[in-house]
């Protein structure tokens, strides 16, 4: 999987989310992902999604940055083409360049993104 691609697997206890990764592998083969999430009073709003930004989104939902996190995608994969029937687990179309830099400004804007995948972001993106 690469930077822009997006799946749909669920978090522990709840239903699925849109995931979009956002960097290459790090020398321990991990990638920092995000996900999406309906848009509540209290969601953190550094980047508004609606309709038409990618097909998987239906209606006003942000990135949940405080969630942002470091995963194995080799294991994403190997859940993707299991077949799983215990939950939906699926490869989603790939973001546009454009949303998947909005995804990335709004990761290091936001005051909610945890100190260290902003760090090691930056350390990815060379900036």
Not at 53 to 78: G, N, T
Request: net charge neutral; proline share 4%; with cysteine.
């Amino acid at each position: 999987m690469q930077p822009g691609d997006t799946f749909l697997l669920p978090k522990p206890g709840q239903i699925e989310h849109l995931w979009i990764v956002l960097t290459h592998a790090n020398a321990d083969g991990l990638s920092i992902c995000v996900n999406v999430t309906t848009r509540r009073f209290d969601s953190d709003d550094t980047l508004i999604l609606v309709s038409g930004d990618h097909p998987f989104i239906k209606q006003e939902s942000v990135v949940h940055y405080e969630d942002a996190r470091l995963m194995d995608l080799s294991f994403v994969e190997q859940i993707l083409s299991s077949g799983t029937k215990k939950f939906i687990c699926e490869q989603r179309e790939c973001c546009t360049h454009k949303l998947l830099d909005r995804i990335k400004d709004g990761l290091i804007t936001s005051k909610r993104t945890p100190i260290g995948i902003k760090k090691e972001c930056r350390k990815a993106w060379g900036c």
